[in-house]
């Protein structure tokens, strides 16, 4: 499962995390493996990187915010929206120049956070762009098979 983490200035992370029988986790973060055992204790979870040393692990849900020392992220798990970086959640913005393979929606259709919205193939690769927020189709500014360069707004969700 891929985790974004994003910062207050729209810097961003992502770490792909698997699951290992015996509560063995790795994360793999820029091509380096890190693996991480977990252990539950009296209702909390616990982490340890070398099997001796144990610290606390904060429960963190589903697109909830984390604070570190100097900053916060806000995560997602398994998708980030695509609008983040211009115009809020509501905006669905290309981060790649990319063509547009499928619609799943038309204006003034209800949409809801983490839904499809439409496939762009990019880079080889059809992307699911999802909805970053609750809301209806504001407008659909792109057709199926139309090219597009970084930057365009595809489509506009009104909360």
Do not use: C
């Amino acid at each position: 499962m891929r985790y974004y983490f994003i910062n207050q200035d729209m810097e961003e992370f992502s770490l792909d995390v698997e699951v290992h029988p015996g509560s063995v986790m790795e994360f793999i973060h820029e091509g380096k493996k890190t693996r991480l055992q977990l252990r539950r204790l009296a209702g909390k979870h616990f982490y340890s990187f070398d099997g001796i040393a144990w610290k606390k692990l904060s429960a963190l849900g589903v697109n909830e915010v984390l604070v570190s020392n100097s900053e916060m992220y806000k995560v997602y798990r398994g998708f980030k929206p695509s609008g983040l970086n211009k115009g809020g959640a509501g905006a669905l913005v290309t981060q790649m120049p990319g063509k547009v393979v499928k619609l799943l929606k038309k204006e003034g259709d209800t949409v809801m956070k983490g839904e499809t919205v439409l496939i762009l193939e990019a880079m080889k690769m059809e992307n699911e762009i999802k909805a970053g927020a609750d809301g209806l189709v504001k407008s659909v500014n792109v057709r199926e098979g139309q090219a597009l360069e970084a930057g365009f707004l595809m489509v506009e969700i009104e909360s």
